[in-house]
């Protein structure tokens, strides 16, 4: 495969930031939320409930793909990215602080998804994305146990670690079926609209439509639009212009940039282990990702 012209390569950059910049968006969106007016209940209800509306017709036309996925791939596909998986990660930032989020959740994703590969599937590494991997779990065990104990963020953390977990899975099991983005964002969507509004329904009837009407279209754009479906559209055009490994590589700016909106918009301020630990972890989803390194990295034959 060739590499992409500079023009091109630009284009799929700006993608690609795009799509992480709404990603680490999520966070301090969602946790501004949750420690407010709403809580993961609702995220999960405005997240799925539009998006799986839009969706629906694409679902309909394109049907379930049990053919590739059976019932507990399906099971798999809406837990791991799902409104279970909106659940955990949103409730985890009622705990935590969003750059937790960012460097724990997307984060240790690739950690989790080289455990399952490798478990399962009896998938090899090679040795620069084995020291990528060691350098998520030094971030990440730096997030959890360098700072001093708190029940509260503990428990926090130990929910996107769990989010983390359920989206490897659901990583896993879409590389297998080899299905296109939006159709898998239409199961997803509209598998946890069928599952999940009815619970969220007789758990807590109208609740959403006793907010401000302006909060609430905030948020059901942003979740159920901006996260949902345009930021993987975004994604979709950035692999498709730089490939998989370029495109994954992005991911790595998910840690920091959860971060650096955090201090704006919420007043959450990193001390300088969590920066070292973000740093550990963005290099380490880079090199696990598989992009190439830079030239002055490679080993070259003297």
């Not at 017709?57 to 990215?81: E, H, K, N, S």
């Not at 769990?162 to 080899?178: D, S």
Request: glycine share 10%.
């Amino acid at each position: 495969m060739t590499r992409p012209g500079a023009s091109n390569y630009l284009k799929g950059a700006v993608f690609g930031l795009a799509a992480v910049a709404i990603w680490a968006g999520w966070s301090v969106m969602t946790r501004l939320a949750v420690t407010t007016s709403l809580d993961a209940w609702d995220i999960a209800a405005l997240r799925y409930g539009v998006a799986g509306l839009i969706l629906a017709p694409i679902l309909l036309q394109r049907g379930l793909a049990r053919d590739r996925l059976g019932w507990l791939g399906l099971a798999v596909f809406i837990a791991g990215q799902g409104a279970p998986y909106a659940l955990v990660a949103a409730g985890g930032l009622r705990f935590a602080p969003a750059r937790d989020q960012g460097a724990l959740n997307p984060g240790c994703m690739p950690l989790f998804v080289a455990l399952i590969a490798a478990i399962a599937l009896g998938e090899k590494f090679s040795s620069t994305r084995k020291f990528g991997l060691f350098l998520i779990l030094a971030g990440a065990l730096t997030i959890i146990g360098w700072r001093g104990w708190s029940t509260s963020r503990s428990f926090g953390d130990a929910l996107f670690l769990f989010a983390a977990l359920l989206t490897a899975g659901f990583t896993v099991a879409m590389r297998q079926a080899k299905l296109e983005p939006l159709h898998t964002a239409a199961l997803v969507s509209t598998g946890s609209l069928a599952i999940y509004l009815p619970i969220y329904f007789a758990l807590y009837g109208t609740r959403l439509t006793q907010l401000p009407l302006a909060e609430f279209a905030v948020q059901a754009i942003f979740q159920g639009v901006v996260v949902t479906i345009v930021a993987l559209l975004l994604y979709g055009r950035a692999v498709a212009i730089l490939g998989a490994s370029g495109g994954a590589a992005f991911g790595a700016l998910v840690p920091a940039l959860s971060a650096l909106f955090a201090i704006p918009l919420l007043s959450e301020w990193p001390t300088a282990t969590d920066w070292v630990a973000i740093a550990l972890i963005s290099v380490g989803v880079y090199l696990a990702s598989g992009a190439p390194l830079p030239c002055w990295v490679r080993l070259t034959p003297s």
